[in-house]
């Protein structure tokens, strides 16, 4: 039972569709930017136009351009999780179109909220209804019929407004914390490429760097579980090539350990102090000699490029013990190896201070 002056609706009821245009290049005069799927990636608002791509057309009509409060969907895409994202336009600046992989939304009653909507079309619970479409699968093209069939509720306008209001306040608060998150993730890529090449010394030391195999500074060894004996409450940590950290009733390793997916598309190490258990397809560096296991850790992440270039395999690549103890790496003096390794620790904690407030954030917005 809805609450009183709340009324059940549909999109279709309170909005107008339109597919966009696929516009052709034309040696005319009529210069016009065009949103495309790519702009979606610009956030749920479209708060700037200066990126956008312009194109020369033959000519254009005043509905083939965008106006003040419109919304824009993701039609088509060969990538379906950026199907149905919408994009919200609560200024119009300048003529703007719209590609033909895009469906126009148009609100019909100026007396409905256009930001209460966007609160709506821009969430978690219109995304998985339209993707599923009612049908149980993923679409792979929204179409104005779908978008007219989803279901949503009313408050009078007085209480779309006030909604409208508190989630903005949430949304200005999740965009700080994002732009936060990029700005301390672009800070610690920067400390990594200064601190780990030498080409930024930390203060105080001066010392030279040597070139050592990782083979001769660190033993290297697989694990021989494999992904059937993990456990999802079990006692110790298991590590395999996936992302998900899995535990066991057993361990294989007690110590200070750089951990690397030995096969995948890619090979992200772990750091792990204490008793875990790995998978045979899994590396394990540790034993650590006149060096410090969390500069390793991130030296070899850093550098792990080197795994890419030797990695065998078409579909999925591989690692063999061999790539692992010829990896060269440039080693300082210890002392400064674990200088770096703070600092670069250091960001981390922050990146993951605001990672855990982003969260919140979103949780709190969601409740």
């Known amino acids: 039972m809805l609450p009183e002056g709340w009324e059940s609706t549909t999109l279709g009821e309170i909005m107008d569709f339109r597919n ?24 749920n608002v479209l708060s700037r136009t200066d990126s956008l791509k312009e194109t020369y057309v033959d000519q254009f009509k005043d509905d083939d351009l965008l106006q003040e409060n419109d919304f824009l969907f993701v039609r088509s895409n060969g990538n379906k999780s950026l199907i149905g994202r919408c994009l919200y336009f609560p200024h119009i600046p300048e003529p703007i179109s719209f590609s033909g992989f895009t469906i126009r939304g148009r609100l019909k009653n100026p007396l409905i909220s256009a930001t209460y909507i966007f609160q709506i079309v821009a969430g978690e619970y219109f995304r998985k209804y339209i993707n599923l479409s009612g049908s149980g699968t993923n679409i792979s093209n929204l179409s104005q019929e779908i978008l007219s069939n989803t279901p ?20 200005r608060a999740i965009d700080g914390a994002e732009k936060l998150l990029a700005n301390s993730q672009q800070q610690k890529k920067a400390l990594m490429q200064q601190l780990l090449t ?5 203060p105080g030391f001066t010392g030279e760097w040597e070139t050592k195999y990782l083979g001769d500074i660190a033993d290297i060894q697989t694990g021989s579980s494999n992904r059937q004996d993990s456990l999802t409450n079990g006692e110790y940590t298991f590590f395999d090539r996936s992302e998900d ?25 772990k750091y792990f102090v204490g008793k875990f258990d790995l998978h045979q397809r ?14 390793i850790f991130y030296t070899v992440g850093y550098h792990r490029s080197h795994f890419l270039s030797q990695a065998v395999g078409s579909t999925v690549k591989s690692l063999r013990l061999p790539m692992f103890q010829k990896m060269p790496l440039k080693l300082p003096p210890l002392s400064e190896q674990r200088a770096i390794a703070a600092v ?13 407030d982003l969260l919140r954030l979103r949780q709190e917005k969601k409740a």
């Open 20 to 43: 966009g245009l696929n516009f052709s290049q034309s040696d005319s005069k009529n210069l016009i930017k065009v949103v495309g799927v790519s702009d979606f990636s610009l956030g």
């Open 152 to 171: 949503l509720i009313l408050p009078p306008l007085p209480e779309q407004k006030k909604i409208a209001a508190i989630l903005s306040t949430w949304d």
């Open 198 to 202: 030498g080409k930024k010394r930390l």
């Open 245 to 269: 950290i899995r535990t066991s009733n057993r361990y294989l390793f007690d110590c200070e350990a750089v951990i690397v997916p030995g096969e995948g598309q890619d090979f992200v190490p």
């Open 282 to 295: 899994t590396y394990a560096i540790s034993c650590f000699q006149a060096c410090d296991g969390k500069f």
């Open 344 to 356: 670069l620790t250091t960001a981390d904690e922050e990146i993951t201070a605001i990672e855990s």
